[in-house]
């Protein structure tokens, strides 16, 4: 497609649900990558993956969230047992080459999911 | 620990005039340096990066910033602000910190005055 898009745009759960947030990437974009956001906070990095390989999971918060990706193409999120505090916009982005040791991808950003935990 | 530093929450210009958005990094080597521009209600979206050689790079939308390794600064610049780059700012570093990360700073959000 011509950007990463995510779905849904906005989320309203209530606290103790599960929710799922989907990322599709650039077509091609080896390396996806997941933040999240919170109100008046700057992006806070959860996971990524690069290809079929196995994801660095160093910065998600709690055994609550885990990641999947199908491929080199959609990548699913999911927050168990949902929190208030879990109350974010998440973000999702895709490169197309991941130097596999140094940070210089120019990663592309989808327009978020809001997520709101009541 | 390695860290991404933005000093200005928010910053107001008048139209016209011009535009200096601060970033601090602290790191271990000379990382990569990138800025990013989020617009409302739109993700966001790359204004330029610094790899090596020349330390002023030019971006988008008419924006330039400098790497000065002396400060640990990589700082944005706009001769003159249009009412449409009121945004938020985000500053990154990408560098290997162990395990692979991208590390933001906490944003800067800019207000133009017509």
């Given at each position: 497609g011509a950007g990463v898009s995510q779905s849904p745009s906005n989320k309203v759960t209530e606290k103790g649900k599960d929710v799922e947030l989907r990322c599709d990437p650039i077509s091609g974009h080896t390396a996806l990558y997941w933040y999240r956001q919170r109100l008046g906070q700057g992006l806070e990095f959860l996971i990524y993956f690069q290809g079929n390989s196995a994801?660095?999971?160093s910065g998600l918060p709690?055994?609550?969230?885990?990641?999947?990706?199908?491929?080199?193409?959609?990548?699913?999120?999911?927050?168990?047992?949902?929190?208030?505090?879990?109350?974010?916009?998440?973000?999702?982005?895709?490169?197309?080459?991941?130097?596999?040791?140094?940070?210089?991808?120019?990663?592309?950003?989808?327009?978020?999911?809001?997520?709101l935990v009541l | 620990?390695?860290?991404?530093?933005?000093?200005?929450?928010?910053?107001?210009?008048?139209?016209?005039?011009?535009?200096?958005?601060?970033?601090?990094?602290?790191?271990?080597?000379?990382?990569?340096?990138?800025?990013?521009?989020?617009?409302?209600?739109?993700?966001?979206?790359?204004?330029?990066k610094y790899f090596s050689g020349d330390t002023?790079?030019?971006?988008?939308?008419?924006?330039?910033?400098?790497f000065k390794r002396s400060q640990s600064s990589f700082n944005l610049r706009k001769p003159s602000v249009h009412w449409s780059d009121a945004a938020e700012y985000f500053c990154a570093v990408g560098a290997r910190l162990g395990t692979y990360k991208y590390i933001f700073g906490t944003g800067t959000r800019l207000k133009v005055l017509a």
């Amino acid at each position: 497609g011509a950007g990463v898009s995510q779905s849904p745009s906005n989320k309203v759960t209530e606290k103790g649900k599960d929710v799922e947030l989907r990322c599709d990437p650039i077509s091609g974009h080896t390396a996806l990558y997941w933040y999240r956001q919170r109100l008046g906070q700057g992006l806070e990095f959860l996971i990524y993956f690069q290809g079929n390989s196995a994801p660095d999971k160093s910065g998600l918060p709690s055994d609550r969230f885990s990641a999947e990706r199908t491929g080199e193409s959609v990548s699913t999120l999911t927050i168990q047992r949902t929190q208030q505090e879990d109350s974010a916009v998440y973000l999702c982005a895709s490169s197309l080459v991941f130097s596999g040791g140094a940070g210089a991808e120019t990663q592309y950003f989808g327009p978020g999911t809001r997520l709101l935990v009541l | 620990a390695q860290s991404v530093t933005q000093p200005d929450i928010h910053i107001t210009v008048s139209e016209g005039a011009s535009l200096e958005l601060r970033c601090n990094y602290s790191y271990g080597a000379t990382p990569y340096l990138f800025w990013y521009v989020q617009s409302p209600g739109q993700g966001l979206q790359l204004l330029l990066k610094y790899f090596s050689g020349d330390t002023l790079v030019q971006g988008i939308k008419g924006f330039e910033a400098e790497f000065k390794r002396s400060q640990s600064s990589f700082n944005l610049r706009k001769p003159s602000v249009h009412w449409s780059d009121a945004a938020e700012y985000f500053c990154a570093v990408g560098a290997r910190l162990g395990t692979y990360k991208y590390i933001f700073g906490t944003g800067t959000r800019l207000k133009v005055l017509a």
